[in-house]
């Protein structure tokens, strides 16, 4: 049930130096983006503005999937690797479309700050069982295993409330409420007239084929709809991928490879030409041949 069962030691250890110069490949591509980030983050820092705060956070959270791809093809572990991928996909729109201009940068992030905010006030509503949501969602999950999920007696829940809506009510957020309570977006970005969903988000982005050719494949796995293609030939008749298998293991370090490397050339090219000659001699010495390395695999195919 595991790749590796009935194959020789040897045969292991070379399989893992294998994924194991694979993995490090990621990683380089990611302490290039990280070193990039270090001097974003100066920059904001120095600016002393706090809208700010958002996309600071916003580039960390996107190394978080190129980093976990990189541990996981340490492994041979393929299909793992593709929530994190599609996950940095949508990290990668959000961020692109917040960055994209200065006279729309500081609206967005309110935007943002603002909708997370409206999340925190939903979810702590159904935690109210006074509340209309609360009522609600109590009567659709009775009787289920987490009936009591939102049954919190240990927290203060009214205080709660009280303290996020003060926050959603914040002067700071007048122009993105105001707009909010016209529009009623499902998404931040989709406030002022932006795109209303992830694809229309790609396609404002120039990120459209992107989304065409590689994520919807990748939200199959997402919702359970890619068991099928766990089948595969041996000899005259039909098998499965077994558990850790790394069939398209070259593909999913690529394509992580490429989350890191794009974002950093972006946030060059946005916030600093002056390192655009430097990220260019890392990437011929660091990167390169990493990506090279991962191109000439052979036999892992997705």
């Known amino acids: 049930m595991f790749q590796e069962e009935g194959l020789l030691q040897e045969q292991q250890d070379h399989l893992h130096d294998g994924y194991r110069m694979m993995a490090d490949a990621v990683s380089e591509s990611l302490r290039s983006y990280l070193w990039v980030v270090q001097y974003v983050h100066k920059a904001y820092l120095d600016s002393r503005k706090d809208t700010h705060v958002v996309p600071a956070l916003l580039l960390m959270e996107y190394a978080e999937?190129?980093?976990?791809?990189s541990i996981l093809a340490g492994t041979g572990s393929a299909k793992n690797c593709v929530p994190l991928i599609r996950n940095g996909f949508e990290l990668q729109?959000?961020?692109m479309y917040m960055l994209q201009q200065d006279d729309t940068y500081e609206n967005r992030c309110l935007a943002y700050e603002f909708f997370h905010w409206m999340k925190q006030l939903k979810v702590a509503a159904k935690c109210n069982p006074s509340s209309d949501s609360g009522k609600q969602?109590?009567?659709q999950i009775k009787g289920e295993l987490l009936d009591d999920v939102f049954d919190r007696p240990d927290r203060d829940i009214v205080a709660e409330i009280t303290a996020i809506q003060k926050m959603v009510d914040d002067p700071r957020y007048a122009a993105?409420?105001?707009e909010y309570d016209l529009s009623k977006p499902k998404h931040w970005y989709g406030l002022w007239g932006g795109p209303r969903d992830i694809e229309r988000l790609a396609h404002a982005?120039?990120?459209h084929g992107h989304y065409e050719a590689m994520y919807r494949y990748w939200s199959g796995a997402a919702h359970g709809e890619s068991a099928l293609a766990r089948l595969m030939e041996r000899g005259e008749?039909?098998?499965?991928?077994p558990i850790r298998s790394?069939?398209?293991?070259?593909?999913?370090?690529?394509h992580a490879c490429s989350l890191?490397?794009?974002m950093a050339t972006f946030l060059v090219s946005r916030y600093l030409p002056g390192l655009r000659d430097e990220l260019a001699a890392r990437y011929l010495s660091r990167v390169k041949p990493g990506l090279d390395y991962i191109k000439s695999v052979r036999g892992l195919e997705g």
Do not use: F, T, W, Y
């Open 65 to 69: 999937p190129i980093d976990g791809v």
């Open 93 to 95: 729109l959000n961020l």
């Open 137 to 139: 969602v109590r009567a």
């Open 176 to 178: 993105v409420k105001a």
């Open 205 to 207: 982005l120039k990120r």
């Open 237 to 241: 008749s039909l098998g499965m991928d």
């Open 246 to 254: 790394p069939k398209g293991l070259p593909m999913a370090c690529l």
């Open 260 to 262: 890191a490397n794009e």
